[in-house]
């Protein structure tokens, strides 16, 4: 492999990213947004527009102020006003206080945007890092649009602002149209029809508007580029900027092929994103390379074995090497008993070979029905299949007066772990006194999360079938009761599902 060259890691979540539709961050959001960069250990944090608003203003000064080791960008047009300004909020940061000057330079953009000459738009773009250099030795320059700029004229701006002391030169895609074979020649080009162009560091700023950036950004590497100019998650304007997190991790995955290094702490990366998805509200894709909530889970039978035996069977990374604990099996319609096993066993339960095959048919079942399994699902197909129910709750007997005339009455004795108990308690309604009754004499807290009532056969003496959902601690249980009269069918589902919560409690604290 030739030799290992370190890339400059420029984050513009601040400025770029911030310019996302609905993504304005006020000063307090922004300075912590920049303490997570610094402990990502980018190498500059492009922190605002500091001519934008007081608000930017004060941010930037801020950051300057407080993050020690980035350097800190602001960026500014081209008049001497905006490079000032820029100045006034970067100076704390001394020398790692850079200045970020930009003009555009494709006909489309300076003939119907600025209305400018050519030769005018190279005169500002040298007078404006001229100027810029009176204040620091650490300036970029931008060619806005640099894309679609006429070769010959994009080679003339970057040497020439060179010459000015621009000390690092940016190459955008603004409008995020290069692909990358072409994005590598226009590099090539610079490199090899600019004269003074290793006296700067070459950086690139790609948009994603056809979901390129990150591409194009590597590609540019290979022709010679030094720097890339990035966002955690990807935002900016429009379809987003080139995603630090999926560029950073595809150098780092397959350095085997790309010569080039980082200073990046990855380890912090999906907090970094986490952050921001927090302090913007914008979130992130589940599908999202890297950091979205699916890029280490697995719900295929086939993959969740794999990964069992071995996560590289199907990670090219590790979870841990972007900070997140442990890649997450998700149980689904397509899991197999490898996985569903697992994860019982890490809930606790040690079962017999025929007790997971019943409990692995009712977990299919439940799949077919319901998107994801959770681990009160879980909770409850173990109890419903396999825990032998300890009734330390039994009905005697019952009745419930209903009706219009007087409030409804139930009146109820149970076997309440062997001493027999009676009360009679008013209730909204028949099976809501029913089930009070049922409280008061177990003493239980139980929430009630579902009650539905249904006929096994047709008819109107057709026996009535109950299903009651406690959850109680984070436990969800199932129970289940028939009667032709529906409040004692009521009654004994209610008495059930406590029966097994407290089989499934005790059976969890055994096990701790
Ligand atoms: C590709 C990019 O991401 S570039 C950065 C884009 N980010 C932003 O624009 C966010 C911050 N911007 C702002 O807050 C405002 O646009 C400001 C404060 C910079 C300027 O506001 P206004 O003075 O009201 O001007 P407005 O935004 O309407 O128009 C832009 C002006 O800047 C000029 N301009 C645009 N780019 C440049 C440049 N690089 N150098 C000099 N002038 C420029 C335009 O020609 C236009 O000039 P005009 O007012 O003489 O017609
Ligand atoms: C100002 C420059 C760097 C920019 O954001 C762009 O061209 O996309
Ligand atoms: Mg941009």
Redesign the pocket.
């Known amino acids: 492999m030739s030799e290992q060259r370190k890339i400059t890691i420029f984050d513009t979540t601040l400025r770029?990213g911030e310019?996302s539709p609905g993504a304005s961050m006020n000063i307090d959001e922004k300075l912590r947004i920049a303490h997570q960069l610094e402990k990502l250990n980018v190498d500059v944090i492009e922190a605002g527009?500091p001519?934008?608003?007081i608000g930017d203003f004060e941010a930037v000064k801020k950051i300057a102020q407080s993050i020690k080791g980035p350097q800190i960008a602001g960026?500014c047009?081209?008049?001497f006003k905006d490079i000032d300004r820029a100045w006034e909020a970067l100076q704390y940061a001394g020398e790692r206080g850079r200045i970020h000057t930009?003009?555009?330079t494709s006909d489309i953009h300076m003939e119907r945007?600025?209305q400018m000459e050519p030769a005018q738009v190279l005169e500002?773009a040298v007078k404006a890092v001229e100027h810029a250099r009176g204040y620091t030795g650490n300036v970029e320059f931008s060619c806005?649009d640099a894309v679609r700029t006429r070769l010959p004229f994009l080679a003339e701006v970057v040497e020439a602002v060179i010459a000015a002391g621009a000390t690092t030169v940016n190459i955008p895609d603004?409008v995020g149209y290069a692909i990358p074979f072409e994005f590598y020649e226009i590099i090539k080009y610079l490199k090899d029809h600019v004269k003074n162009i290793d006296d700067a560091v070459i950086s690139v700023h790609c948009h994603n508007d056809l979901g390129l950036a990150v591409a194009n950004s590597l590609a540019a590497l290979r022709a010679g580029a030094g720097q890339i100019e990035c966002t955690i998650n990807g935002i900016g304007?429009r379809a987003g900027n080139c995603s630090l997190e999926e560029v950073v991790m595809a150098l780092r995955t397959r350095h085997d092929i790309m010569p080039y290094t980082t200073d990046v702490n990855t380890e912090h990366i999906y907090n970094a994103s986490r952050l921001l998805s927090t302090v913007t509200g914008i979130s992130v894709q589940p599908n999202k390379a890297v950091v979205g909530a699916n890029a280490f889970a697995h719900e295929a039978g086939i993959h969740q074995h794999g990964v069992m035996m071995d996560s590289a069977t199907y990670e090219i990374m590790t979870p841990e090497s972007i900070g997140l604990n442990r890649n997450k099996l998700v149980l689904g319609k397509h899991s197999g008993r490898h996985a569903f096993i697992a994860r019982l066993e890490e809930l606790g339960y040690e079962l017999q070979k025929e007790d997971i095959e019943r409990a692995f048919v009712r977990f299919k079942a439940l799949a077919d029905a319901k998107k994801e399994i959770f681990d009160e699902d879980l909770d409850a197909i173990v109890a419903d299949e396999v825990i032998r129910v300890d009734e330390r709750f039994k009905l005697l007997q019952m009745n419930v007066s209903s009706g219009s005339f007087a409030a409804p009455t139930a009146t109820m004795e149970m076997d309440v772990e062997g001493e027999r108990k009676k009360v009679a308690v008013l209730g909204a309604g028949p099976v809501d006194a029913a089930f009070k009754a049922i409280r008061q004499l177990t003493g239980s807290n139980a929430e009630l999360r579902q009650y539905a009532v249904g006929a096994i056969t047709g008819g109107t003496d057709a026996q009535g079938e109950c299903t009651v959902r406690l959850s109680e601690g984070g436990r969800e249980v199932i129970g289940q009761g028939a009667d032709e009269d529906i409040i004692v069918a009521s009654a004994k589902a209610y008495i059930n599902a406590l029966n097994k919560m407290a089989s499934v409690i005790e059976r969890k604290r055994a096990s701790l």
């Open positions: 770029d310019q527009f001519i934008a608003s960026l047009r081209s008049g930009f003009i555009a945007k600025l500002a806005e603004t304007e």
